[in-house]
């Protein structure tokens, strides 16, 4: 079995660029609201609802970007 380093270092890079759209698309949202922190809600305060939303926002975002990277 042959393994195609093309094709793992292409996967590596496209995950790396996924990886980072998802941390500023998450920072899009946090930064602009000063008087909410969305990290110390979900962490400190523990609010679940906050938490479940921020999970389907990522899995949202990295639907996108899958469906982006495999065209």
Same mark, same amino acid.
């Given at each position: @079995?042959?393994?195609? @380093?093309?094709?793992? !270092? &292409?996967? =590596?890079?496209?995950?790396?660029?996924? !990886?980072?759209? =998802?941390?500023?698309?998450? =920072? /899009?949202?946090?930064?602009?609201?000063? &008087?909410?922190?969305?990290?110390?809600?979900?962490?400190?305060?523990?609010? =679940?609802?906050? /938490?479940?939303? @921020?999970g389907?926002?990522?899995?949202a !975002?990295? @639907?996108?970007?899958?469906?982006a990277?495999?065209?």
């Open positions: @079995m042959e393994i195609n @380093m093309q094709a793992v !270092i &292409n996967s =590596l890079i496209f995950s790396g660029i996924g !990886i980072a759209v =998802l941390v500023v698309a998450f =920072l /899009a949202i946090d930064i602009p609201n000063k &008087n909410y922190h969305l990290w110390h809600q979900i962490v400190e305060k523990q609010n =679940l609802a906050l /938490a479940v939303l @921020m389907a926002f990522a899995i !975002i990295a @639907m996108i970007i899958s469906s990277v495999h065209g």
